[in-house]
């Protein structure tokens, strides 16, 4: 195993190491929270999309076609019925705005 900082600014530390093939990205606290923003705001927007669409199936050259509420579940590891009941009590719960 080898260990290199790759770089080192005020508020990122990459540190790579090497197992194979694998890279680990170590991120701090500021820098973690913007990346699980992101992956939030990812699975929310392919959720209002993919809702739209639930029912039918993806276009693709496969043998097997699957619906995009499967495709949801299958990128995100989250059933797109219980991820929007989640979303719709929330805002509720909240009132007008974004959740």
Do not use: C
Request: hydrophobic share 40%; no cysteine; proline share 1%.
């Amino acid at each position: 195993m080898e260990w290199r900082a790759e770089s080192v600014t005020s508020t990122f530390l990459t540190t790579k190491a090497r197992f194979g093939s694998s890279i680990l990205l170590i991120f701090t606290e500021e820098e973690q929270k913007k990346e699980d923003q992101w992956a939030e705001d990812k699975m929310y927007h392919a959720a209002r999309w993919a809702w739209k669409k639930r029912f039918e199936k993806m276009p693709s050259g496969r043998a097997v076609q699957i619906t995009w509420a499967d495709w949801f579940k299958k990128m995100f590891k989250r059933d797109l019925f219980d991820y929007a009941n989640e979303m719709a009590k929330r805002k509720r719960n909240q009132g007008n705005g974004k959740i």
